[in-house]
C-alpha cells in the first residue's frame, strides 16, 4: 500500500482495490479533498481534530456509496445511514476498498482527570501498518509501519517513547503534530531515535508526500 501523510491525524491509504482515509478533521486543511479521493472513511474517535463532522456529513449525502467507520459515539448521529455507516469497536474486523482492517483500543489517553474519556479505537490495516488515533494502545499483532502521535494535551515525549519500544514497529513516522513548530517536530525526532531512546526513528514526512508501506 502507499501511504500519504495529511496535516495532523489524517492519512490516507492507496492500494489495488482502492483507497481509504483515516481521520479527516478539522486540522487538515486538505480533508475534503482527501475524503472525495477515497471510497471510506476510518474515523478513530469524535474529537473535531479527527472529525469534521459537517465534512463527512456532505459526502455522505453526495455520494451514497461511500463508507463511513467509526464508534457509535460518531456514526451513531447517521442512524438513517446505516446501509452508509458502520460501529466498530475493539476486536472489530472488516474489510474494505480492498483492505482488511483490524480494530483495536477502546479509550481516548487521558487529558485530565476532570476530562471525561472519549471513546477511542485504532486501525490496524492489512497487518501491516497501525494508526492508533489519539491513544498508546498497543495492538496484538506486530506492526510494520506504526503512526506514533507526537503533540496536543494528552502527549508526552516519554510516553511516546515508551509506546515505540512497546510496539516495536519496523518503520514509524510522526502523526498529530499541527501543535508543534517545525522544530519541534525534529525534537521529537531526535529524541526518538536510535541516537537516544528507541530503536526505530520515528521519522518526519511531509504534508503531501508519500511512502510505501
Same mark, same amino acid.
Given at each position: 500500500?502507499?501511504?500519504?501523510?495529511? =496535516?495532523?491525524?489524517?492519512?490516507?491509504?492507496?492500494?489495488?482495490?482502492? $483507497? %481509504?482515509?483515516?481521520? !479527516?478533521?478539522?486540522?487538515?486543511?486538505?480533508?475534503?479533498?482527501?475524503?472525495?479521493? =477515497?471510497?471510506?472513511?476510518?474515523?478513530?474517535?469524535?474529537?473535531?481534530?479527527?472529525?469534521?463532522?459537517?465534512?463527512?456529513? *456532505?459526502?455522505?449525502?453526495?455520494?451514497?456509496?461511500?463508507?463511513?467507520?467509526?464508534?457509535?459515539?460518531?456514526?451513531? $448521529?447517521?442512524?438513517?445511514?446505516?446501509? *452508509?455507516?458502520t460501529a466498530v $469497536?475493539?476486536?472489530?474486523?472488516?474489510?474494505?476498498?480492498?483492505?482488511?482492517?483490524?480494530?483495536?483500543?477502546?479509550?481516548?489517553?487521558?487529558?485530565?482527570?476532570? %476530562?471525561p474519556r472519549a471513546?477511542?479505537?485504532?486501525? @490496524?490495516?492489512?497487518? $501491516?501498518?497501525?494508526?492508533? /488515533?489519539?491513544?498508546?494502545?498497543? !495492538?496484538?499483532?506486530?506492526? &510494520?509501519?506504526?503512526?506514533?502521535?507526537?503533540?496536543?494535551?494528552?502527549?508526552?515525549?516519554?510516553?511516546?517513547?515508551? @509506546?515505540?519500544? &512497546?510496539?516495536?514497529?519496523?518503520?514509524?513516522?510522526?502523526?498529530? &503534530?499541527?501543535?508543534?513548530?517545525?522544530?519541534?517536530?525534529?525534537?521529537?525526532?531526535?529524541?526518538?531515535?536510535?541516537?537516544?531512546?528507541?530503536?526505530?526513528?520515528? /521519522? %518526519?514526512?511531509?504534508?503531501?508526500?508519500?511512502? &510505501?508501506?
Open positions: 500500500m502507499e501511504l500519504i501523510k495529511h =496535516a495532523h491525524a489524517c492519512v490516507s491509504l492507496t492500494g489495488d482495490g482502492g $483507497r %481509504i482515509v483515516i481521520d !479527516p478533521g478539522a486540522f487538515t486543511p486538505n480533508a475534503a479533498a482527501a475524503v472525495v479521493e =477515497a471510497e471510506a472513511v476510518l474515523i478513530t474517535h469524535e474529537h473535531v481534530d479527527h472529525f469534521d463532522e459537517a465534512l463527512i456529513a *456532505q459526502a455522505l449525502e453526495e455520494r451514497p456509496e461511500l463508507r463511513v467507520y467509526g464508534p457509535e459515539a460518531v456514526v451513531g $448521529r447517521w442512524s438513517a445511514r446505516r446501509g *452508509q455507516v $469497536r475493539a476486536g472489530d474486523t472488516f474489510r474494505v476498498a480492498g483492505f482488511d482492517v483490524a480494530v483495536f483500543g477502546e479509550l481516548h489517553a487521558e487529558i485530565h482527570r476532570d %476530562i471513546v477511542n479505537v485504532g486501525y @490496524y490495516v492489512d497487518e $501491516r501498518l497501525y494508526h492508533p /488515533g489519539d491513544a498508546y494502545h498497543v !495492538p496484538p499483532a506486530p506492526v &510494520e509501519m506504526l503512526l506514533v502521535p507526537i503533540s496536543g494535551p494528552w502527549t508526552q515525549l516519554g510516553a511516546a517513547a515508551d @509506546y515505540v519500544r &512497546e510496539v516495536a514497529p519496523a518503520r514509524a513516522i510522526q502523526i498529530h &503534530e499541527v501543535m508543534l513548530s517545525e522544530l519541534g517536530q525534529q525534537s521529537f525526532a531526535r529524541f526518538l531515535s536510535p541516537e537516544m531512546l528507541t530503536e526505530v526513528a520515528v /521519522g %518526519i514526512l511531509p504534508v503531501g508526500e508519500m511512502v &510505501e508501506v
